[in-house]
């Protein structure tokens, strides 16, 4: 078999047909275009060439009983019309049943129809996708394969750190389970052979103290972004979630507030401290929203930088790219280091599973621990254990 590019493949540059040699001399048919001859011992056959119209492969074999050009290109025109309509079974080389999709088009499909709808950050996955869009660009769903996953790989490495890449191939890995969720694609998923770069775990999160939180919210001017701090501080909640949280959701009789469409894409209800209310209480309905600007309208950012500048005035380091977060890592500890259970924190938390909290739980640190081991409750004295005395005598050991 010899390899040739298709020039045309649907705007699919690197697409790389399969091609039947064909022995005997040929000679083109000057009549009638993608049809050709071959003169061997049995006489002339007659055979057609044509790129197919769905899946961009080059199609060019011999008819049996053809004993005309005319005819052979009559039989080509039928071929490449019903390969058009998507007649796959008369697809003339193609095997039965076989799904054709090109990558860049299941992750459009896949950003569009899925990830939109059900992540919160759908956006982060787009971006992500286009390093994979541009290096599997032309190819299709079946082209993929653990030789070409590597060599992304490799050739990422030299713009992005290893966990970037992990996160590039979860999404190609989670694109090709969809194709086949959807009967999109029928195969295997490549994306899951290839093994990811080993990471080394990270300094266990840090925490911030209670002086600490309390300098931060001080060198806060804004009433309601210091209340916010103290809210973050009370509850964990995700900056994203205290910007969302809305009048119609809070239940100050009941003391719970809904969460609406978190990062994880759970919503739920979820219990507030007796602070948390209090902070809710004291809030002007100037709006919808309960944490807001003076003239109603929303946060529209992060808050990342007011966090960041109060911390420099007090004198207090946060870890690089966790200014707001900090408070959710220290909430979290908080919990843990006052006889929280983990099942509750991932619940007060809204996490989907137990790795966060206990990740939280590993570093809440030896003195958390020691101080679970010692509200054991002590044992009476047992005076069989107690050494045998004889005679006044010191004890036998």
């Known amino acids: 078999m010899e390899r040739r590019k298709n020039p045309d493949a649907l705007g699919l540059l690197s697409v790389v047909a399969e091609t039947e040699v064909i022995e005997g001399p040929k000679r083109k048919a000057n009549r009638y275009p993608g049809v050709f001859k071959v003169e061997g011992k049995k006489g002339i056959s007659y055979g057609i060439d044509y790129i197919h119209p769905q899946t961009a492969r080059r199609i060019r074999k011999i008819l049996k009983g053809v ?20 007649a796959v079974q008369k697809a003339y080389s193609l095997k039965p049943n076989r799904r054709v999709v090109s990558f860049e088009s299941m992750v459009d499909l896949y950003l569009q129809q899925w990830a939109r709808v ?52 979860s999404l190609g890995s989670q694109v090709f389970e969809k194709a086949v969720e959807w009967k999109k694609f029928e195969g295997e998923n490549p994306f899951c052979k290839g093994a990811r770069f080993k990471i080394k775990k990270g300094k266990k999160p840090g925490a911030l103290t209670i002086e600490q939180v309390t300098a931060i919210r001080e060198q806060i001017g804004h009433p309601v972004k210091r209340d916010m701090v103290e809210f973050g501080y009370y509850t964990g909640w995700r900056i994203g979630e205290i910007r969302k949280l809305k009048w119609e959701d809070v239940s100050l009789d009941s003391g719970k507030a809904w969460i609406l469409d978190p990062k994880n894409t759970l919503s739920v209800e979820i219990e507030l401290s007796h602070e948390a209310v209090a902070l809710i209480a004291r809030q002007k309905k100037r709006g919808p929203y309960v944490f807001c600007h003076l003239n109603g309208k929303p946060f529209k950012t992060g808050l990342h930088t007011v966090i960041k ?53 590993e570093s809440a640190g030896t003195e958390g621990r020691r101080e679970a081991l010692n509200r054991i409750p002590a044992l009476g004295t047992d005076d ?13 050991h």
């Open 67 to 86: 004993t005309s050009e005319l005819q052979a290109a009559e039989l080509r025109s039928v071929e490449i019309a019903d390969a058009a309509r998507g």
């Open 309 to 361: 500048s109060a911390a420099a005035r007090a004198g207090v380091s946060l870890p690089p790219r966790k200014a707001w977060h900090i408070f959710r890592r220290t909430w979290a500890t908080m919990m843990l280091q006052n006889g929280c259970d983990i099942e509750t924190l991932r619940v007060l938390g809204n996490w989907k599973d137990f790795q966060m909290p206990l990740w939280y739980a």
């Open 118 to 169: 059900n992540k919160g950050s759908w956006k982060t996955d787009s971006y992500r996708a286009r390093a994979l869009k541009m290096w599997f660009k032309g190819k299709l769903m079946s082209d993929i394969n653990l030789d070409l996953i590597e060599k992304y790989k490799a050739a990422r490495l030299n713009n992005v750190g290893r966990k970037s890449i992990n996160k590039e191939i």
């Open 384 to 396: 069989r254990n107690l050494p045998e005395k004889r005679d006044g005598m010191e004890p036998r």
